[in-house]
C-alpha cells in the first residue's frame, strides 16, 4: 500500500486531498496545527478513522523535525507528498506598512516551511514518488497588499522547478498545482463581514465563479498519478482563467 503525506489536511484542499487518497485506497498521513478541527472532521467523515493524523506545526522546526522522524519510523518512505498547509494570512497591507514581524511569519509559514518539508520528503523517497507543491496564481503575478505573500509563493515556484531538475536524476517527479480563488472555509468566514464577497469575486473570474476543491485536487491527483508520468517541473494552473484576465 502506498504512503501519502498532506501537509494542513483538516480544511479546504487538504481536507479533500485526504478525503481523495483514502478513498482510492492509499495510506494517508496528515497534519494540522488544531487538533479539536480533526476531531469535527472525524465526526462529520467516520471514514477517516483510520487516517494518521499528528499536531504538527511546520513552521516550527522542532515540531517538523519530530514529525518526520516519526514517519520515517513508522512508514519508512513516502510515495506522495502534497504540501498544501497554508494559514491565514495576517500580513495584508502596503508592503512599508505591515509590520516586520508578520512579514518574516509569512516568508515563514509560506515558503521556509514548505521548503524544509521538501527537503525532508525527498530524502523518504525511492523512484517513481511524486511531490506536489499547492502554489497560487499569486505566484505567478504581482499580488498588490499581499506582497510578501506572493514572495514566498514566487520563492515556492523556483524551488519546485529547480528541485524538480535535480530530483528527477533519482526518479522522483516535482510539480505544483496554482490554485485561483477557490472556495474554502477561509472564504465562508470573510463572506460573514463580506455577505457579498462570493458574487463580487465571481464575477472577476472568467469562467464567473469560485473553484470547488474537489477540481483543484483533480489536478493534485493527476499530477500524482501515472498519467503525468512525463510531466516535470510544472505548474498547473487552476483558476478558471483569472491569471489570463
Same mark, same amino acid.
Given at each position: 500500500m502506498k504512503t501519502v503525506l498532506v501537509t494542513g489536511g483538516s480544511k479546504g484542499i487538504g481536507l479533500e486531498s485526504?478525503?481523495?487518497?483514502?478513498?482510492?485506497?492509499?495510506r494517508v498521513v496528515t497534519c494540522s496545527?488544531?487538533?479539536?478541527?480533526?476531531?469535527n472532521v472525524i465526526e462529520k467523515f467516520p471514514q477517516l478513522k483510520s487516517v494518521d493524523y499528528q499536531v504538527v506545526d511546520i513552521?516550527?522546526?522542532t515540531s517538523l523535525e519530530e514529525?518526520?522522524?516519526?514517519i520515517k519510523s513508522q512508514y519508512k518512505y513516502l510515495d506522495i507528498a502534497i504540501n498544501n498547509a497554508s494559514p491565514a494570512l495576517e500580513s495584508r497591507g502596503d508592503f512599508c506598512q505591515v509590520d516586520t514581524a508578520l512579514l518574516e511569519a509569512t516568508f515563514r509559514e509560506d515558503f521556509w516551511a514548505h521548503a524544509h518539508c521538501i527537503k525532508h520528503e525527498l530524502n523518504l523517497m525511492k523512484e517513481g514518488s511524486t511531490i506536489i507543491n499547492i502554489s497560487s496564481i499569486n505566484g505567478l503575478r504581482p499580488t498588490p497588499n499581499a506582497a510578501m505573500y506572493s514572495a514566498a509563493k514566487h520563492a515556492l515556484e523556483g524551488l519546485t522547478r529547480s528541485v524538480a531538475l535535480e530530483s528527477?536524476?533519482?526518479?522522483?517527479?516535482v510539480n505544483a498545482v496554482a490554485p485561483g480563488v477557490t472556495w474554502t472555509p477561509r472564504w465562508e468566514e470573510q463572506q460573514v463581514e463580506s455577505p457579498n464577497i462570493r458574487e463580487y469575486v465571481s464575477d472577476a473570474v472568467p469562467i464567473k465563479r469560485f473553484a470547488k476543491v474537489n477540481e483543484i485536487?483533480? +489536478?493534485?491527483?493527476?499530477?500524482?498519478?501515472?498519467? +503525468?508520468?512525463y510531466i516535470v517541473g510544472h505548474t498547473l494552473v487552476v483558476d478558471g482563467g483569472i491569471s489570463l484576465a
Open positions: 485526504v478525503l481523495r487518497y483514502t478513498e482510492l485506497g492509499y496545527r488544531n487538533e479539536s478541527v480533526w476531531i513552521s516550527n522546526d514529525f518526520f522522524l516519526y528527477i536524476k533519482s526518479g522522483i517527479r485536487v483533480d +489536478a493534485i491527483e493527476f499530477l500524482s498519478s501515472d498519467k +503525468a508520468s
